[in-house]
C-alpha cells in the first residue's frame, strides 16, 4: 500500500506543529535545584534573517569562562551573574561556538561535570529602541541545559542540547551602555534527560571532589555553547511562523503555507515565491493559502537530476491598514513529495535508494562546535564520494548544515538527541517527545530532511519499549504526516518491540567486527538474511544504518587482518555483495556506512584515542576506505540513471597487448 495523504491534511497536520506546548520539566540536573525562569519559546522556530524590517547580529567570539567548585550553588551564591565574572575570580578566554572540552591543556576541564559560567558584554544599536523594535536573544545550541540572565535578571532556562531556544529581552536590554550577557550551561546526563546516562561522586577523605559521568552512547559527552548566539530584532507586530508543505502532480507544483503572526491587531499578508532568478512565479494575500507553480522546478537529490537542490524562496510579508510594510521574512524552500509504501521510499514519484553514511559534528578542538569551515569540507567530501544522504547521528546538526543540505540535494534522516533509550519512564517520554518537538518545529520546512529517526539503538527488547515507542510515534505523526518515522534498532528482528510501529526499519550490526572479529566469511549471508527478515516480520522497507570496522590510518597488513586499512576495505566488500543482492529483493533501500570520519569517544580500552569506524580520518583525509566506497557509489549513481560505470580516477592501463617488432 502506498503511503500519501492529502495536500491539505498534510497541511493542517503540520501546522499543529504552532501549537505544541512545552510540558512541566521534571529533570534533577543540578541547575534545575535553583530558580529559573522558562523559555517563552523554546524551539525558536525561524532561523534569524536580517530583512527590510529586521536587524541580525551575532555574538560570537571570545567569552570570560569559569567552572563551577564542586558545590553547583556556589555561582549562584556568590551573584556571578550579577557582575562580570572577572570581577569575581579568575576566568579563562572561551570561543563561542565551540565545545570547552579540548581548548584547554587540563583533564580538569575536558572531563569535567556539573556547572560552568560564561559571559560577556554586547551593545544594542539605539536605533533598535528608537524605532520600537522588538529585542530577541538566540541560542542556537547549548549542551546539556542552560540558564541565561540579561544584565542581572534571569531570562530563560531550556534544557535539551542540539536545539535553539530563544526569548525577546526588550525590557531588559539597555541602550546607553553595555549589557552583560550570562550563562550557566549543565553537561550532567540522567536517567530521566535526553540523551541519559548516571552520575556517581568521587570521594576522597570523605570529601567530594569531583563527579564522574557515565554513558552507554559511543561518543563523547562534549558540552558548552555549541553554535552561534543571535541578537535580532522583529517589529512589535510580527512573523512568528512559517510552515511550508508542498506537492507535485504532473509537471505542477503546489505550496501549501501557513504563515502566523503575533499582533494585537490585524495585518495583511502578502506571500510571494521567486525562482533563483529572482523572477516572482506566484503570489497570494492570504496568511494561509496554496501557491500554484507551472512547470516548476523540483527538488532532487544530488547525482538523481541534472540540477538537484533546486530551491524557491518564500517571501511572507505583513502589510499594515495604510499599506505600509510591517514586517518581512524570506526563506528557501524545496518543491517535493516524500512517499512510502511497504517496499520502497519515493522522492516525487521516484524510487530512491540511499548512498549515505553516519555522521557526527565532530572535530579536533572545537568538538561539537559549529565549524563552516568544517561542514564546507565535509559536503564536498560527500559529494566526492558519490553519496546522496546522511543521517544526522544522533541528535539534530546545526541549521546551517541542514541549509547546506538543501542546496546540495543531499537527503537527510534527521534524528533526535535520544540514544541508547532505556528505563522508559513517563518523566523521560515526555522529555523525548519535547525533543521532538523542538526537532519538527525547527526543520519541518527542509526538503532535505526525508525522514523522522526517533532514537538509535534504544533497549527496544524490553516490553516496555512497545507502548512508550508506540506514543513516540504518535506524538509525531501528530505534528507531521509527510515524513517517514524510523528508529536505527540494535537489537534482533525477534526481539524488538519498536519496529512495528515504524513506517521504516532500519538497523545497525557490525558482521565481521563486534560479532565474529577477523571472519570474512559469513558476512554478505548474515546481512541478507538478517534484512529479509526484518521485512517478512513488518513488511516495511528496510535500510541498513550501520556496518563498519574500526581502522588505524596506515596500518597495512596482508593478508586482511583487523585494525588494518586491508580489513575495513575487505569488511566493506562482503556489505557491498549483500547490498546488491537485497537490491535485487525488491524491498531493500539503502546503505549507510558507519562512519564519515573518525570521532572521539570516552576513553575506553577499545578506542584508540576514540572511534576510527571512519572513511576519513578526524581531519579529513582518506583512508582506502573511501576510495573504495566511492567507486561503489558513484557505479551504483551511474547504474540507476541509465548511465556508464564511471571511468577510474586515476589511469591504469589500456588493456592491450604492447606492440613489438617481430624477429
Avoid at 569535567?112 to 529602541?129: I, Q, S, T
Avoid at 540523551?195 to 571532589?209: E, F, M, R, Y
Avoid at 533546486?310 to 491598514?321: D, V
Avoid at 524545496?334 to 548512498?355: A, E, F, H, M, Q
Amino acid at each position: 500500500m502506498l503511503i500519501n495523504t492529502s495536500l491539505f491534511l498534510l497541511c493542517a497536520l503540520v501546522i499543529s506543529v504552532v501549537e505544541a506546548t512545552v510540558p512541566v520539566t521534571a529533570s534533577a540536573n543540578e541547575i534545575n535545584q535553583l530558580p529559573r525562569k522558562k523559555s517563552v519559546n523554546p524551539s525558536a522556530p525561524l532561523y534569524p534573517r536580517a530583512s527590510e524590517t529586521r536587524d541580525v547580529k551575532t555574538l560570537d567570539g571570545i567569552w570570560n569562562f569559569r567552572k563551577s567548585p564542586t558545590d553547583p550553588e556556589f555561582g549562584y551564591k556568590n551573584g556571578w551573574y550579577e557582575q562580570d565574572l572577572d570581577k569575581t575570580g579568575p576566568v579563562i578566554p572561551m570561543p563561542v561556538p565551540s565545545s570547552y572540552n579540548d581548548v584547554g591543556e587540563d583533564a580538569s576541564l575536558r572531563d569535567h561535570v556539573g556547572l560552568v559560567w560564561y559571559d560577556r558584554r554586547f551593545f544594542a544599536p539605539w536605533w533598535w529602541g528608537q524605532a520600537g523594535q522588538r529585542v530577541w536573544l538566540r541560542f542556537s545550541s547549548a549542551h546539556y541545559a542552560a540558564q541565561v540572565w540579561v544584565n542581572g535578571k534571569s531570562v530563560m532556562y531550556h534544557e535539551i542540547g542540539h536545539l535553539p531556544f530563544e526569548v525577546e529581552i526588550t525590557d531588559v536590554v539597555l541602550y546607553n551602555t553595555s549589557n552583560l550577557l550570562t550563562v550557566v550551561v549543565d553537561n550532567t546526563l540522567l536517567s530521566d534527560t535526553v540523551p541519559q546516562g548516571t552520575l556517581k561522586d568521587i570521594i576522597i577523605a570523605n570529601n567530594k571532589v569531583r563527579q564522574e559521568q557515565s554513558y552507554t552512547f559511543d561518543f563523547f559527552n562534549y558540552a558548552g555553547i555549541h553554535r552561534t548566539v543571535f541578537l535580532y530584532t522583529t517589529p512589535q507586530t510580527y512573523i512568528d511562523d512559517v510552515i511550508v508543505n508542498t506537492d507535485i502532480q504532473g509537471l505542477t507544483g503546489f505550496v501549501v503555507y501557513n504563515v502566523t503572526y503575533k499582533s494585537h491587531t490585524n495585518a495583511q499578508c502578502v506571500v510571494q515565491l521567486f525562482d533563483k532568478n529572482d523572477t516572482q512565479v506566484a503570489g497570494s494575500q492570504d496568511c494561509a493559502g496554496l501557491l500554484e507553480i507551472g512547470n516548476a522546478n523540483f527538488w532532487w537529490p544530488y547525482l538523481m537530476h541534472p540540477e538537484p537542490g533546486y530551491l524557491y524562496t518564500f517571501k511572507a510579508s505583513l502589510i499594515g491598514p495604510l499599506g505600509e510594510l510591517v514586517d518581512t521574512y524570506s526563506q528557501k524552500v524545496g518543491i517535493r513529495t516524500v512517499t512510502w509504501s511497504n517496499t520502497t521510499v519515493y522522492l516525487n514519484d521516484k524510487p530512491i535508494y540511499l548512498r549515505g553514511f553516519g555522521m557526527h559534528e565532530d572535530s579536533d578542538l572545537r568538538g561539537k562546535g559549529w565549524d563552516p569551515v568544517l561542514w564546507v569540507k565535509n559536503f564536498n567530501l560527500i559529494k566526492w564520494v558519490g553519496a546522496n544522504a546522511f543521517r544526522t547521528s544522533h541528535y539534530p546538526y546545526a541549521e546551517e548544515i541542514y541549509q547546506m543540505a538543501d542546496e546540495h540535494g543531499i537527503m537527510i534522516i534527521d534524528e533526535c538527541p535520544s540514544g541508547d533509550t532505556d528505563i522508559f519512564t513517563d518523566a523521560l517520554l515526555e522529555k523525548h517527545k519535547q525533543s521532538l518537538t523542538e526537532l519538527i518545529r525547527r526543520d519541518k520546512n527542509h526538503p532535505s530532511v526525508i525522514m523522522w529517526s526517533i532514537s538509535n539503538e534504544p533497549r527496544s527488547a524490553n516490553y516496555k519499549a512497545d507502548a512508550y515507542f508506540s506514543k513516540v510515534v504518535k506524538h509525531v505523526k501528530s505534528m507531521d504526516l509527510s515524513r517517514p518515522v524510523t528508529i536505527a534498532i540494535s537489537q534482533t528482528y525477534l526481539n524488538d518491540k519498536a519496529g512495528q510501529h515504524l513506517d521504516v526499519i532500519c538497523f545497525n550490526r557490525y558482521n565481521g567486527w563486534y560479532a565474529n572479529t577477523g571472519s570474512l566469511l559469513n558476512i554478505a549471508t548474515n546481512v541478507v538474511d538478517e534484512a529479509t527478515a526484518w521485512h517478512r516480520r513488518h513488511n516495511k522497507p528496510v535500510i541498513m544504518t550501520e556496518y563498519g570496522a574500526d581502522t588505524v590510518a596506515g596500518l597495512h597488513l596482508i593478508p586482511e587482518y583487523v585494525w588494518s586499512e586491508e580489513y575495513q576495505v575487505a569488511l566493506m566488500s562482503e556489505h557491498f555483495k549483500a547490498f546488491d543482492r537485497l537490491r535485487r529483493a525488491g524491498f531493500f533501500a539503502g546503505e549507510f556506512i558507519w562512519n564519515f570520519a573518525d570521532f572521539k569517544t570516552a576513553q575506553t580500552i577499545i578506542r584508540v584515542g576514540g572511534n576510527k569506524k571512519g572513511i576519513f580520518t578526524r581531519s579529513r583525509q582518506p583512508k582506502a576506505s573511501a576510495h573504495h566506497l566511492r567507486a561503489r557509489y558513484l557505479a551504483l549513481a551511474a547504474a540507476e540513471s541509465g548511465a556508464p560505470p564511471p571511468e577510474l580516477a586515476y589511469y591504469v592501463s589500456d588493456h592491450k597487448p604492447p606492440v613489438h617488432e617481430e624477429l
